[in-house]
């Protein structure tokens, strides 16, 4: 290339709408009976399937547990040579890349399966549980903030408000929704730093909130989650 030649031509970034295929597991059923309906997000690294298991104790018969799984799945293990069939699967709700629109696809994403799987549910007889753990929190919360459905309360386990959620948004939205934190007391993802600005935010909002510890790490806790669903 010479002095007189033209500059290149920047790239420029696009965007396309796609259809995506999106997994999830539910245990239990929506009848006559049923009380509740409980959506339970899993964390990093993890899959709806294994992640639902950590609920099989609340199918008392008048729960539907839904388990949506993210829509990025990766290979966990950096194996040698190629994976296969024995490869761990995990998945993820997102990563820093392109985080905008991973935010509106998997907020699009949930409020179509609730939509789907209880289309007609009648609130004055069925509460809703939203329940999100470690990375899951933070896709939990920005669902009820920023989609169109809200549940009777919100579970956020394991995790931290993202520093980035529209607080003005979350205080109108969470006036009518019972926030509930769970944290474990050797839970090593803990920050303290991280605890103090979530409290300053929440009051400064006037989000009212409660929160529950108990001995163990980062874990679903059965003792906590049974009591939780009771």
Do not use: C
């Not at 509460?127 to 009777?152: C, E, I, M, N, Y």
């Amino acid at each position: 290339m010479n002095e007189h030649d033209p500059p290149p031509a920047s790239p420029e970034e696009h965007r396309l709408e796609v259809t995506r295929t999106a997994r999830y597991v539910t245990l239990g059923n929506l009848g006559p009976d049923s009380k509740e309906v409980w959506f339970v997000l899993h964390g990093y690294r993890q899959l709806a399937g294994r992640f639902l298991r950590r609920f099989y104790g609340l199918d008392n018969g008048s729960r539907l547990i839904v388990a949506p799984e993210a829509l990025n799945r990766f290979y966990v293990e950096a194996e040698v040579g190629r994976h296969g069939s024995e490869s761990v699967v995990g998945g993820t709700w997102m990563t820093s890349e392109d985080r905008e629109w991973e935010i509106l696809d998997y907020t699009r994403y949930l409020d179509r399966l609730w939509d789907e799987v209880s289309p007609s549910l009648d609130r004055t007889r069925i509460r809703v549980t939203v329940l999100g753990f470690s990375q899951g929190l933070h896709t939990a919360v920005r669902w009820v903030v920023l989609g169109k459905h809200r549940p009777d309360r919100l579970i956020l386990w394991g995790d931290y408000l993202p520093p980035d959620l529209p607080m003005e948004r979350a205080a109108e939205v969470l006036r009518d929704v019972e926030v509930v934190f769970v944290r474990g007391d050797s839970d090593p993802s803990q920050r303290e730093e991280l605890a103090l600005d979530e409290e300053r935010r929440l009051s400064e909002w006037g989000i009212e909130h409660r929160l529950v510890t108990f001995g163990g790490g980062h874990e679903i806790d059965p003792e906590v989650l049974a009591e939780l669903g009771g």
